[in-house]
C-alpha cells in the first residue's frame, strides 16, 4: 500500500500541473477582459462624441458660472491680486462656450 502511495502521489501532481498549464494558456483572453464592462472606459476604444455639450444658457447655468467664478475671485484675494468683474467675466464665458 505504501509503495503505490508515492505513485499515485506523483501522477495526480503531474496531472493536476499538466491541467493547470492548459487552462493558464486557454485563458489568457480571459485576464485581458477583467475590469472591462458597459460601465467602463475601456482603452482600447476611441473617446465617443454622441452629441455636442450645449452651453449653459439657463439661470442655473449662469448661476454655476457665477459660483465658480467666486470661488476663483476669492482665491485671488487671498493672493492679493485684483478680483475679476463677475459680469463682465460671466458674458465672456457664456459666449466661449456658444
Given amino acids: 500500500m505504501e509503495e503505490a502511495f508515492g505513485t ?3 501522477v495526480v501532481v503531474g ?5 493547470a498549464i492548459l487552462s493558464f494558456a486557454a485563458s489568457r483572453e480571459a485576464y485581458r477582459q477583467i475590469g472591462r464592462g458597459g460601465l467602463t472606459m475601456d482603452r482600447d476604444e476611441a473617446p465617443r462624441a454622441d452629441r455636442p455639450i450645449a452651453p449653459p ?6 448661476a ?3 459660483q465658480m467664478l467666486e470661488a476663483r475671485n476669492a482665491r485671488r484675494a487671498r493672493k492679493g491680486l485684483e478680483p475679476l468683474d463677475l459680469e463682465t467675466e460671466i458674458e465672456r ?4 462656450l456658444q
Fill in 93 to 96: 464665458r457664456l459666449r466661449e
Fill in 8 to 10: 499515485v502521489l506523483f
Fill in 57 to 62: 444658457t439657463s439661470a442655473e447655468g449662469r
Fill in 15 to 19: 496531472l493536476a500541473t499538466i491541467i
Fill in 64 to 66: 454655476e458660472i457665477r
